[in-house]
């Protein structure tokens, strides 16, 4: 889903790292594709997804929550939310886009935390 995000802060040392600003939803993310030179405070038309780099860690939770939570000073984030076919509502539509929870069909409408290694970002 297509979202407009505002660029709160570029890294000055990682050129991929963003701080991105959803409808008040704040997270750092890393840019997967951009097209075009982005500026800070500017709003730019982005998707966001998210990466995994070894085993998935998700659980179900009794919290009706919807949330992004950073761990510590990582890249890592809990995505909290209901799981959808291709997504998580995390308050923010978090696409799954490389099918990691298409061996889970069991979740689908359940909300669940999902362990992430990093948010991606893709400016459109």
């Given at each position: 889903m297509k979202y407009f995000a505002k660029v709160k802060k570029l890294d000055e040392h990682l050129e991929e790292e963003?701080?991105?600003d959803i409808d008040g939803v704040v997270f750092t993310a890393f840019i997967d594709i951009c097209?075009?030179?982005?500026?800070?405070?500017?709003?730019y038309p982005v998707n966001i997804s998210f990466t995994i780099f070894n085993d998935l860690h998700i659980r179900l939770i009794e919290n009706r929550v919807k949330e992004l939570e950073r761990i510590q000073e990582s890249y890592r984030y809990l995505i909290r939310g209901i799981v959808r076919e291709g997504f998580v509502d995390a308050?923010?539509?978090?696409?799954?886009?490389?099918?990691?929870?298409?061996?889970y069909p069991e979740i689908i409408g359940e909300y669940a935390e999902i362990k992430v290694d990093r948010i991606g970002v893709e400016f459109l």
């Open positions: 963003v701080t991105l097209p075009y030179e982005i500026k800070e405070g500017q709003d308050g923010l539509r978090v696409v799954d886009e490389e099918g990691y929870l298409d061996d």
